[in-house]
């Protein structure tokens, strides 16, 4: 074990450093299958975001119909997302994320079986929208486990690596994995091929994870005890201003994410830009390269500039400008993979400078941190509902240009809610004033 000496006012005092306390770089190591988990369950939760609605339109669907298709997913995974962050602190995360795979497998088959092999249009979106209350129950189960094991100091690095894991398997191999398979397995291939990526997530929670003990509860809580503390994560919007201020922020950083994997291929692949759909995957797939490091370096910043200060300027404000890129320069230079690449980063940089949020509601609400998180939770599911569903209702009438416009100026709504948003900072509040003595028996050390 390395220690480090840290001066006080009164006495010198032996701190461990980040590895005696379980910590690599912020990631909890207990935790480390989990953080691998989420990277291959987002690998099959994801292969099929970046060309769903292309494949749907071209089954003769139209692109109002697939956008209703992933708006009813955001929908129903907004409200799994609310129930995600409770039901894991009462039942623990292992158990909720296990559930998580099982059901996502089931729907899966039904929506592929008798919805897209079938062309049965109201049992694609029955079954896929069922199939999206699964995967809230994993990923968000884990960001609760995450939340009980990081140190406060350090919890913005730990949702840090979370997001990066996230984005290595929606972005990186969920995106990048159907520009190679499509040629040779097809469409349908691609999306069968997923369920071994879920499965095999699931076996690491199983085996590898060690039991997650309930922390906060019992198993004597009785059903409405429960039923109260799970709508707290709902009623705490109302109650609390500066987490209803931060879920509409929550809201609105990744309505991109969610929003442009229903226009954007329709656009890139489209006569007037010319990219083909290959090109579009590894286009969009750039995007997620650059959020698995930056991910862990805006975790990292944040806790030391300060989480609002950079979600205001980088993440609201750059997101803004990041997408009007991805809307104008590929209008102006067509099919220009250097030009297009520059949007995709510059969307990656900005969007994962949002990643403090995961921090923030439970540090507003520390004595009810699960319905905090599920707080959180609703917002990032509903921002999976109204990135699609902005589409859906404004494609018609003003466009993709209308519908990109519309996603920047929300963005910059997003930079005048942050200065609403009061939060203490743990460690960041600290600067500049003398370290506390620490006891013998103490279990907090300083932040290194």
Known sequence: MRWRTTNT??????????????????????????YIAIALFMTGDGIELAFLSRYVVDLGFSATQASFLFSVYGLLAALSSWSSGVLAEVFGARRIMLIGVVGWIAFHILFLFFGLSEQNYPLMVLFYGIRAIAYPLFIYAFVVWVAQVAPRERLASAMGWYW????????????????????????MGTLWMAII?????????????????????????????????????????????????????????????FGFP???????????????????????????????????????????????????????????????????????????????????????IGVSAFVPMGAIFPAMAPEHKGAAISAHNLAAGLSNFMGPTIATLAISSVGVKGIVWIYASLYLVGVVLTYFIHVDQ???????KPAAPVSHHSKTSEAI
């Open 197 to 257: 990526w879920v499965a095999m997530a699931g076996a690491l929670v199983l085996f590898l994870i060690k039991n997650q003990p309930m922390v906060g509860t019992n198993a004597n809580v009785s059903l409405g005890g429960r039923l109260r503390e799970l709508s707290l994560g709902a009623t705490l919007l109302f109650k609390h201003r500066s987490i209803f201020i931060a879920a509409l922020v929550r809201v609105i950083c990744n309505l991109t994410l």
């Open 9 to 34: 006012t009164k006495e010198n005092i032996m701190v461990p450093h980040e590895e005696s306390r379980g910590l690599l770089f912020g990631m909890p190591l207990s935790l480390i299958w989990g």
């Open 262 to 348: 229903v226009i954007m291929p329709l656009f890139f692949t489209s006569p007037e830009v010319g990219f083909t759909m290959e090109q579009w995957l590894r286009i969009w797939g750039a995007l997620f390269i650059v959020t698995i490091f930056t991910n862990v370096m805006w975790g990292l910043i944040g806790d030391r500039i300060g989480w609002i200060f950079q979600m205001r300027w980088f993440g609201c404000a750059g997101c803004a400008l990041a997408t009007l890129a991805f809307y104008y320069l590929p209008h102006t230079y067509g099919a220009s993979v250097p030009a297009a690449m520059v949007a995709a980063i510059a969307l990656g």
């Open 426 to 432: 743990p460690g960041l509040e600290r600067k500049g």
């Open 164 to 187: 990066t894991m996230y984005s290595i398997g929606i972005g990186f191999l969920g995106t990048y994995l159907p520009s190679f398979t499509i040629p040779h397995i097809g469409f």
